[in-house]
């Protein structure tokens, strides 16, 4: 496996904004379950970037960057709740690797590093969502994240293919 380290990132420069972009336009495209159908463009992916990264910046969420040889490999956001009585718990959000380092087992490190970070923060408890049909929730399963709900059909990725959203927990 390649050198790869997650570190939590509060705050986002230029630079690395253009990497996250990439990186999430690259994943959508390849046919990953992160928001979008694909195809998609980088302008298109903007307006969520910029509003997962006014979180980031407002000291709320964490970025879990994931860099493998020294080079952005992938993110995911974990988002802590407004609510006093919910700030044991953290949601995580856009899991993504770049296709080209896809197969390695980096998803799991990826994962290993937000548990980390959110247990860092006091988080007790996350919770995520997966889109059906994509075999995502058996990679989650085997984290330690229970299915705890399911919203059928809520995921439209076109006319005629909904998809349920499967909501998921683990405890850290």
């Given at each position: ?121 006091g988080w007790e408890f996350l919770h995520l969502?997966a889109r059906g049909g994509t075999g995502v ?11 705890v709900g399911r919203l059928p059909g809520a ?18």
């Amino acid at each position: 496996m390649p050198a790869a380290v997650v570190r939590p990132v509060t705050s986002v420069d230029v630079a690395l904004r253009a990497e996250l972009l990439r990186c999430w336009t690259d994943v959508t495209n390849a046919g990953g379950a992160v928001g979008f159908v694909p195809p998609v463009t980088e302008d298109d992916v903007v307006p969520l970037l910029d509003k997962l990264l006014e979180g980031v910046h407002s000291g709320r969420d964490v970025l879990a960057l994931l860099v493998v040889d020294g080079e952005t490999a992938g993110f995911a956001s974990v988002v802590g709740s407004l609510s006093p009585l919910r700030r044991h718990w953290g949601t995580v959000l856009r899991v993504q690797v770049h296709p080209s380092r896809q197969g390695q087992g980096l998803g799991r490190v990826l994962m290993d590093g937000v548990h980390r970070i959110a247990r860092e923060r006091g988080w007790e408890f996350l919770h995520l969502t997966a889109r059906g049909g994509t075999g995502v929730d058996a990679f989650y399963r085997g984290l330690g994240y229970q299915e705890v709900g399911r919203l059928p059909g809520a995921i439209r990725v076109a006319p005629g293919d909904d998809r349920d959203e499967i909501v998921m927990a683990c405890p850290l």
